[in-house]
């Protein structure tokens, strides 16, 4: 059966909305557990080619709602046309919808298999995987974020990484269908065969074929007991392990070397960030901030991403304003600020952190994961006129090495804005000795949308996968001080102008994933690429042993 009505389209539509929904700002994250049944209704008997344009309608209703803030970032902060922008968001989210397409695709094929929901969940991680890095990566929102609040369930993920999470809420989401529709095929099957059936009965029949396309005399499917079982232990087990893991690192956290934290929300408007006229304001405004916490004789205070709209390394007299707010408050600074190298005749940009003292800069740490069409231009040396698409994207370089920063007893990992989504560099930086996880970034560029609350969900995986708490600074918010259980202790608001201050522990035991990373997800890739390959190897042997047949008669 290929054809697609309007009720499989409709229900297709329906899970991505229902995914949408579990992530932040609305957190509906109960819903993730049974988002994606509609779609496995609207697939259910379908052919393949049925199956990978229902996975993308799906796909396409979750995206266009879930990322509807590009469109902000490009026509307002942008200045690209809004036509141009609401193209780039469809071009974008069709493209994510192909990870959708392509797991019905694949699921419609292991409907035989009696561990089919484990495979499905299988699958789904090795498509998140590959979207993480296929064309630089875009993990944004990966199913796993939207229980970033759930702390007992999230704590498997310093074994196996967010990755983990997707797969245990896509193998509830496939039980529960298999579970639900077996029921549903025998009490329609009973209802047909009854004939004493009456009007409310009949209703109900022509609702449950009307949800299920069963037909008038189905043989009921077996709930399939093994999946049942193994699930119900694996999430018996992630919530023990999840509660004896809170306790452990609670104990761990009380212990450890005490850090005083200062965090300055400046509050700067987008518009005028870079105009020359209000650097000095800049500036002010952050220096006068800094010295409310001067009474709390904080160690190290935190600015955003960029805070220091200059080059700082020039050493201007604003440069010295920056030295100046280090011996005021008596404590380190750790800031973002735009950079530059010179290598004969070229002349190379970078977005960079500093961490400074009243007299000396202790090191630095440039960004090495850059937002494409934000911070470069992709392909720009091969498509010479892509930039007049995209005027205002910045024109930097991406470093080449992941290294903590050095403070005079301390040592940061620093992520500057959206590097928080990405799983390997938060690792790299544990791996190094890092002993808190600092996020820079400026935020404004979102607007009032979205866009700030799934930042932050997303990098409170950080912090549960690798063990370490995290200091989260936003030129508009939202700030936030993370523990190493993923708990947030403290936030500020969205666009506001705010100072945090919190005494923290640094203690830090390399967590299994900081050791060995997305192996869990690995391990899924290639389990699917196999059975990918078995699948088509399969159907080539049955094509040509039917063609073998017919010419033999």
């Known amino acids: 059966m290929t054809k697609i009505s309007l ?19 609305i957190d509906l994250d109960w819903m993730a557990w049974a988002s994606l049944i509609p779609l496995l209704m609207s697939i259910e008997d379908k052919s393949s080619s049925a199956a990978l344009k229902l996975g993308l309608l799906a796909g396409l209703s979750h995206y266009l709602t879930l990322i509807y803030w590009i469109v902000v970032v490009l026509s307002h902060y942008g200045d690209i046309n809004f036509i141009l922008s609401l193209a780039t968001l469809f071009l974008l989210s069709l493209y ?14 292991l409907k035989k298999n009696r561990l089919s929901s484990f495979w499905g969940a299988i699958v789904w991680v090795a498509l ?22 759930r702390l007992p369930l999230i704590q498997i993920s310093d074994i ?50 009307f949800l299920t396309g069963v037909k008038s005399d189905p043989k009921p499917n077996k709930p399939r007991t093994i999946e049942i079982v193994l699930t119900s232990f694996l999430i018996g087990f992630i919530l023990v392990y999840g509660y004896h893991n809170l306790k452990e690192k609670a104990d761990m956290n009380s212990k450890g070397k005490r850090l005083r934290v200062v965090i300055v929300q400046g509050n700067i408007d987008q518009s005028l ?15 006068k901030l800094s010295g409310k916490s001067v009474d709390f004789k904080p160690q190290i205070i935190i600015w955003p991403e960029t805070a220091v709209p200059l080059f700082f390394q020039d050493r201007s007299y604003l440069s010295k304003e920056v030295f100046d707010t280090a011996k005021i408050t008596n404590s380190n600074i750790l800031f973002g600020s735009p950079a530059y190298s010179k290598d004969k005749d070229t002349i190379r940009y970078y977005n960079r952190a500093y961490m400074i003292s009243e007299n000396r800069v202790f090191d630095y740490y440039d960004k090495v994961h850059l937002v494409p069409f934000g911070e470069y231009v992709p392909l720009k ?24 920063i050095n403070g005079p007893d301390f040592r940061i990992g620093v992520l500057i804005c959206f590097e928080a989504i990405f799983t390997d560099i938060s690792r790299r930086f544990a791996i190094q000795g890092a002993e808190l996880l600092a996020n820079i ?19 409170v995986f950080r912090c549960v996968e690798n063990g370490l ?44 994933y900081s050791r060995f990373g997305d192996i869990f997800a690995i391990i899924a890739l290639i389990m699917t690429i196999i059975r990918f390959f078995w699948i088509l190897t399969k159907k080539w042997g049955m094509k040509l042993c039917m063609k073998q047949t017919q010419q033999k008669k």
């Open 381 to 404: 040396k091969y498509i010479p006129f892509v930039h007049r698409i995209v005027p205002a994207a910045g024109d930097f370089s991406a470093a080449k090495e992941v290294k903590p």
């Open 128 to 149: 998140e995987y590959a979207r993480a890095h296929i064309m630089t990566g875009f993990p944004w929102c990966l199913l796993g974020y939207s229980q970033y609040s």
């Open 160 to 209: 196996a990484g967010v990755y983990s999470i997707s797969f245990v809420i896509v193998l509830v989401n496939l039980v529960l269908y298999n579970i639900l529709f077996s029921l549903l095929e025998r009490k329609t099957r009973h209802l047909w065969r009854d004939e004493r059936t009456n009007k409310f009965e009949q209703g109900l029949r022509t609702l449950l074929n």
């Open 7 to 25: 009720k499989d389209a409709g229900l297709a539509g329906l899970s991505g909305l229902m995914l949408t929904a579990s992530f932040s700002p």
């Open 273 to 287: 960030k870079w105009n020359p006229d209000f650097q000095e304001k800049t500036l002010a405004i952050y220096k």
């Open 96 to 109: 994510l919808a192909l990870y959708f397409a392509f797991f019905a695709l694949i699921l419609v094929s």
């Open 469 to 512: 708490p995290m200091a989260r600074a936003a030129n508009t918010g939202i700030s936030a001080f993370i523990l190493p259980d993923g708990k947030i202790i403290d936030r500020s608001g969205l666009f506001v102008t705010d100072v945090l201050q919190k005494e923290i522990r640094l203690t830090h035991n390399k967590t299994f």
């Open 441 to 459: 970034t400026n935020d404004a560029w979102f607007g009032h949308t979205s866009a700030p609350y799934q930042h932050l969900s997303m990098a």
